[in-house]
Every structure is written in structure tokens, then in C-alpha cells.
């Protein structure tokens, strides 16, 4: 069973840093893409960053470069974005996914807000 459990969100002031965290379980993490998303109220769910199995590759959304960097423990089953000089517009709910034969499977997410 695919389970993807994200955790390290919070409330944070603007230029602050957050760690997040997805640890994965059911599958075999460590030959697959693994993809942040983000879905802020009353928008679609965008895609912030994703890094391929081995980490060599990653890209991110124009909003989010150089200020978000996303990482992985193969060994951990783990997927991390450290997310820094936080803006309000990245207000949202942060969700861990993995696309497996065609098919998306996503965290319940963890929500980051924004604010002075």
C-alpha cells in the first residue's frame, strides 16, 4: 500500500525558512520521480519541484527558484524541500506525490502559511 505521510509546515513570517518533509512507504522509492505540489485557496494545485531517482535531477517553477531547494534520502525513503526567503504567496497546502504505472498517489499534505 502506497502511503506518503508529508510533515514541517507551519506559520512563519515573511522571509522565513521551513523545512518540509515526505516519508514514503509501499513502493520502491528509490527508482522513482518524487514531486512537491502546492494548492492554495480558491487555485489549482501547481507543481513546485520534483527530483528523479537518483537526485541528480531537479527542477522547479519560475515562482520558487532559488529560494526553494528539494532533496532526497534514498536510504530513508524521504523527500525533503527546504523552502526559504518565504513570501505570503506560498501560502498554500504542500503535497507530496509519485506517479506510479500512470496512476498519482498523494499525502493527506501539510499546510504553510505565511504572515506577519
Known amino acids: 500500500q502506497v502511503r506518503l505521510v508529508e510533515s514541517g509546515g507551519g506559520l512563519v513570517q515573511p522571509g522565513g525558512s521551513l523545512r518540509l518533509s515526505c516519508v514514503a512507504t509501499?513502493?520502491?522509492?528509490?527508482?522513482?520521480?518524487m514531486r512537491w505540489y502546492r494548492q492554495a485557496p480558491g487555485k489549482e494545485r501547481e507543481l513546485v519541484a520534483l527530483?528523479?531517482?537518483?537526485?541528480?535531477?531537479?527542477n522547479y517553477a519560475d515562482s520558487v527558484k532559488g529560494r526553494f531547494t528539494i532533496s532526497r534520502d534514498n536510504a530513508r525513503n524521504t523527500v525533503s524541500l527546504q523552502m526559504n526567503s518565504l513570501k505570503p504567496e506560498d501560502t498554500a497546502v504542500y503535497y507530496c506525490?509519485?506517479?506510479?504505472?500512470?496512476?498519482?498517489?498523494w499525502g493527506a499534505g501539510t499546510q504553510v502559511t505565511v504572515s506577519s
Open positions: 527530483i528523479t531517482s537518483t537526485g541528480v535531477t531537479t
Open positions: 509501499g513502493f520502491r522509492f528509490s527508482i522513482n520521480t
Open positions: 506525490n509519485v506517479v506510479l504505472y500512470s496512476m498519482d498517489y
